[in-house]
């Protein structure tokens, strides 16, 4: 079993600074990618950014420039410094990892969310 615990989000006024984490816990064998994603208002989770074990990144068009992932292997944690924040910022943002198990094949593992709010 892996739990994948948030923090960091909160309410913000545009152009303010957020960093979200998460910390991956449980029987974890590997970590596999990780990564941000938001739920839309059609309940779509999309991707903010990821990050592979060994550090290649990804962002989605309206994360670069402003959104920083990062990641620490040795903590199993998984941050997302957000700068410059907009009022199209807010969502419920989801950490993912790519795990697997000491007896398991790898699965896809979801925190519970954490809102990030941007008021104007």
């Known amino acids: 079993q892996v739990q994948l615990v948030e923090s960091g989000g909160g309410l913000v006024q545009a152009g303010g600074s957020l960093r979200l984490s998460c910390a991956a816990s449980?029987?974890?064998?590997?970590?596999?990618?990780m990564g941000w994603y938001r739920q839309t208002p059609g309940n779509q989770r999309e991707l903010v950014a990821d990050?592979?074990?060994?550090?290649?990144?990804n962002y989605a068009d309206s994360a670069k420039g402003r959104f920083t992932i990062s990641r620490d292997n040795a903590k199993n944690t998984v941050h997302l410094q957000m700068n410059n924040l907009k009022p199209e910022d807010t969502y419920v943002y989801y950490c993912?990892?790519?795990?697997?198990?000491?007896?398991?094949?790898?699965?896809?593992?979801w925190g519970q969310g954490t809102q990030v709010t941007v008021s104007s």
């Open positions: 449980g029987s974890i064998f590997s970590i596999g990618t």
């Open positions: 990050i592979s074990s060994r550090g290649s990144t």
């Open positions: 993912n990892a790519v795990c697997t198990t000491v007896a398991g094949p790898w699965r896809n593992y």
